[in-house]
């Protein structure tokens, strides 16, 4: 069993950057693929991010690519997801999840953990 505990959330003005970090628990992480979602007020979860067990491979959305970068550093058992240049629709509590039978699926069904969230706030 994994889990997971998100921070780095906090409020930031259009154009700026944040940094996530998942820390989990359980000395099998990096048997786990890791995924980044976000739910913004009165929408569905959506995928943002995924990354594979060593760290070699990562897939993107398409409304994040090439400004949302994720990572993983398995000698920590931590995720990171770092956003830059964003945007008030990145505005949604994000969640980072793991993944024990795969990678790279931006079907939430597919992830076995979550963590709690943890709230980003971009401003206009």
């Known amino acids: 069993q994994v889990q997971l505990v998100e921070s780095g959330g906090g409020l930031v003005q259009a154009g700026g950057s944040l940094r996530l970090s998942c820390a989990a628990s359980?000395?099998?992480?990096?048997?786990?693929?890791m995924g980044w979602f976000r739910q913004a007020p009165g929408k569905e979860r959506e995928f943002v991010a995924a990354?594979?067990?060593?760290?070699?491979?990562?897939y993107y959305a398409d409304s994040v690519k090439g400004r949302f970068t994720i990572s993983r550093d398995n000698a920590k058992n931590t995720v990171y997801l770092q956003m830059n240049s964003l945007k008030p629709a990145d505005t949604a509590v994000y969640y980072c999840?793991?993944?024990?039978?795969?990678?790279?699926?931006?079907?939430?069904?597919?992830?076995?953990?979550w963590g709690q969230g943890t709230q980003v706030t971009v401003s206009s």
């Open positions: 999840a793991a993944d024990s039978t795969g990678w790279r699926s931006p079907s939430a069904e597919r992830y076995n953990y």
């Open positions: 359980g000395r099998t992480f990096s048997s786990y693929g």
């Open positions: 990354i594979s067990w060593s760290g070699g491979s990562t």
